[in-house]
Nanobody, 122 residues
Framework: QVQLVESGGGLVQAGGSLRLSCAAS????????MGWFRQAPGKEREFVAA????????NYADSVKGRFTISRDNAKNTMYLQMNSLKPEDTAVYYC???????????????WGRGTQVTVSS
């Protein structure tokens, strides 16, 4: 049974930083691409960043490019999202998701965490 647990959210002032973590269990972490998504109140969930199963490929939404960095530590079964220069519009619940076996191209995600709240004050 796959489980994804996010942590690291909180309240931060604009311009500040946070690092989110996503701890995964249930299957061989290093075989699966991972992604971060977010959902702000009243808005649809949106893609934030993705990383391939060995970490060699990453992609970002234009809105976070240059400010956020996705990474993973396969020895620890954990993915991270380093968020710098945070803006009030980054306020959202952030979710991690796990993709399909060694399939980075399709960007299909089968498992989701419950999310962690990030609030950026102005």
């Amino acid at each position: 049974q796959v489980q994804l647990v996010e942590s690291g959210g909180g309240l931060v002032q604009a311009g500040g930083s946070l690092r989110l973590s996503c701890a995964a269990s249930g299957r061989t972490f290093s075989d699966y691409p991972m992604g971060w998504f977010r959902q702000a109140p009243g808005k649809e969930r949106e893609f934030v960043a993705a990383i391939s199963w060995l970490g060699g490929n990453t992609n970002y939404a234009d809105s976070v490019k240059g400010r956020f960095t996705i990474s993973r530590d396969n020895a620890k079964n954990t993915m991270y999202l380093q968020m710098n220069s945070l803006k009030p519009e980054d306020t959202a619940v952030y979710y991690c998701a796990q993709g399909r076996y060694r399939d980075y191209t399709s960007r299909s995600y089968d498992y989701w965490g419950r999310g962690t709240q990030v609030t950026v004050s102005s």
